[in-house]
Structure formats: C-alpha cells, structure tokens
T-cell receptor, first 114, second 111 residues
Framework: DTGVSQDPRHKITKRGQNVTFRCDPI?????LYWYRQTLGQGPEFLTY????????KSRLLSDRFSAERPKGSFSTLEIQRTEQGDSAMYLC????????????FGEGSWLTVV | DAKTTQPPSMDCAEGRAANLPCNHS???????VYWYRQIHSQGPQYIIH???NNETNEMASLIITEDRKSSTLILPHATLRDTAVYYC????????????FGKGTKLSVKP
C-alpha cells in the first residue's frame, strides 16, 4: 500500500499519560498535515510541514501538543498530559506542495482518554 | 469558517444517480473545488477536483457552473457503499496550508 500510513490505529490511554502517533506520508510528498476530528464534526487543521519545516500551527495545537518531521519524511504527533477532551481521531495527510495538487489522507489514529 | 454551503443530508435510491450540490459564492479565481467523502470511522477519501471545467473520473463527475459559484458532484450509479459524508472544499490544493472542512452532506443510499 503506497498511501498515507498511520500508527497506531487505536490508542486507549489514561488521563495524564503521554501518547505519540506516527505518520508515514506518500513517498516523495514534501507536505505533511495533521488534523483532528471529533464525533459529528469535520476534520480540523492542526499543523503542517513542508519538508522538515513546520510552517503553520492552528490555535487548536496547545502547548501540550508537539509535532515533528525530523528528516522530512515521517512525522510524529505527541500529546503530553492527555485530557479527556483530547479524545478524537487524529488524521495525517500529505501532498506535493504545488497549486492544484491533491491532499491525501490516512485512515486516522483514534485516541480515547479514560 | 468553511467557504462552502452544502445540504446536511440527502437520500438516493441504489442504482440511481446521486447529485450533491455545493455553493461556494466567494470562491477566488485561483481556488479549486475539491470533493472528499468520509465513510464512518475512516479517513477522508479524495474523490475529484476541478478549477473551471467539468471533470470526470472513475468515481464521479464534477459539474462547475460558469460563474464558479456552485458545483454538483454526480455519482452516476450509487451503491450502498457510497453512503458517507461528502465534503465540498474550496482550496488552492497542495500550495495551501490547510483544508477547511464544513459539516458536509450525509448521503444515504437506500435499497
């Protein structure tokens, strides 16, 4: 499968624990995006990278959230001191950074904070 | 806020064409119209996109009005597996930092 890959697909954690999600984009895509989606809502933008540079962060990305893309390939999204409100699906997407190109999404990582 | 307006829900009979409308009256000249769909608990799936001309691929057709203020996604022969939430998004595509999703249209295909 050459699509966007996310791991783990499901994570249950206790409140206060740290969690990390990994995303492997489509090969050679230089842009990588993170979104969050809660039940009944559309995906909401969190942040995006061009190569290894993080170019934009949403106000939704609190200081407990950190995203990295150290070598411009895979990316990680870490949530520290998780709260129940962090329960959501975390979506990764990738694209070429050119006008009119398509952004492709992965299957998402479900987080449940208990 | 999303730059598009879609009906919250629609029904379609299996085997018939599903026509999903979208209004985007404030679209800029260089913005594309993208359509994605999301089946329950899965990531959004790209369907089709266009700038000015009508587009067709193996999944669907996209009809964009001449003034580009609205568009229609057509699924020519809907099946039960097409039941999903369909999102219409205006965007520059890969050169834009993010996609702004609205609430989409919940399409229910019925036998």
């Amino acid at each position: 499968d050459t699509g966007v890959s996310q791991d783990p697909r499901h994570k249950i954690t206790k409140r206060g624990q740290n969690v990390t999600f990994r995303c492997d984009p489509i090969s050679e895509h230089n842009r990588l995006y993170w979104y969050r989606q809660t039940l009944g809502q559309g995906p909401e933008f969190l942040t995006y990278f061009q190569n290894e540079a993080q170019l934009e962060k949403s106000r939704l990305l609190s200081d407990r959230f950190s995203a990295e893309r150290p070598k411009g390939s895979f990316s990680t999204l870490e949530i520290q001191r998780t709260e129940q409100g962090d329960s959501a699906m975390y979506l990764c997407a990738s694209s070429f950074g050119q006008h009119g190109n398509t952004i492709y999404f992965g299957e998402g990582s479900w987080l449940t904070v208990v | 806020d999303a730059k598009t307006t879609q009906p919250p829900s629609m029904d379609c009979a299996e085997g018939r064409a599903a026509n999903l409308p979208c209004n985007h009256s404030t679209i800029s000249g260089n913005e594309y119209v993208y359509w994605y769909r999301q089946i329950h608990s899965q990531g959004p799936q790209y369907i089709i996109h266009g700038l000015k001309n009508n587009e067709t691929n193996e999944m669907a057709s996209l009809i964009i009005t001449e003034d580009r203020k609205s568009s229609t996604l057509i699924l020519p022969h809907a099946t039960l597996r097409d039941t999903a939430v369909y999102y219409c998004i205006v965007s520059l595509g890969g050169s834009q930092g993010n996609l702004i999703f609205g609430k989409g249209t919940k399409l229910s295909v019925k036998p």
